[in-house]
Each structure stands twice: as C-alpha cells, then as structure tokens.
C-alpha cells in the first residue's frame, strides 16, 4: 500500500506544480494556461485517493490539516475551472481572466503548500 501511496504523491506534488507552473507563468499575460485547471484536478483527485489510503491503512496524520488541504483543493479547483471557462471566451481559449480570480489561485496554491508543509509536516 506504500507504493500506491508514493504514486499517488507523485501525482499530487506534479499537479500542483502544473498549478503553480501555469500561474507563475502566465503572471504578466491576462490570461491563465488551460492546464492549471487540469493540474488542480489531478492534485484534487490524488489527494481524495491518498485521503481514502490514508484512512483504510490507519495511518496517523492530522485529520484536521487533511480536511483544510481538501477543502483548499477543491476551491482551487472550481476557480481553475471558472477561469478556463472565463479564458475560453477570447483568443482560441487563451481570452483574459479577471485579475482577482487568477491570482486567488496562485495564493491557495501557496497556502495549500504552506498547510502541508507546516500543519502537517
């Protein structure tokens, strides 16, 4: 079960690199990559999955600091997809997204890993 634990970390940490990769990059465009959403997904999904391996194993991890990581997850997530949607409507998918939502992103996505590295680490 460790191993399936570790892929699905792998998983996570690559999704929110996507997600933090794609806000840091398109910082002084008006738009977002089309990829942080799918980046948010990825991470949300693997997190649910590492929760639930979690749990079934009865390993000792902080069910608070979890449920706050998901909760951040799953906003970080809508919003990406609210600005894919938002974006889709100009320039073949790449159209502007409101300044506020775009960098409401970026700053869950460090405070998502600022949870996770100082809750529960």
Request: net charge positive; no cysteine.
């Amino acid at each position: 079960m460790n191993v399936l634990f570790d892929v699905f970390l792998f998983l996570h940490f690559v999704g929110w690199a996507i997600v933090l990769g794609g806000y840091l990059a398109s910082m002084r465009t008006p738009g977002l990559y089309r990829g942080v959403f799918h980046g948010a997904a990825t991470a949300l999904v693997a997190g649910v999955v590492m929760f639930g391996i979690i749990e079934s194993q009865g390993w000792g991890f902080d069910r608070a600091a979890l449920t706050v990581k998901l909760l951040l997850a799953l906003v970080i997530t809508v919003l990406a997809f609210l600005a894919k949607r938002q974006g889709a409507k100009g320039d073949n998918g790449t159209g502007a997204v409101a300044p506020g939502l775009k960098h409401a992103i970026g700053g869950l996505t460090l405070v998502n890993m600022v949870v996770a590295v100082f809750w529960l680490g």
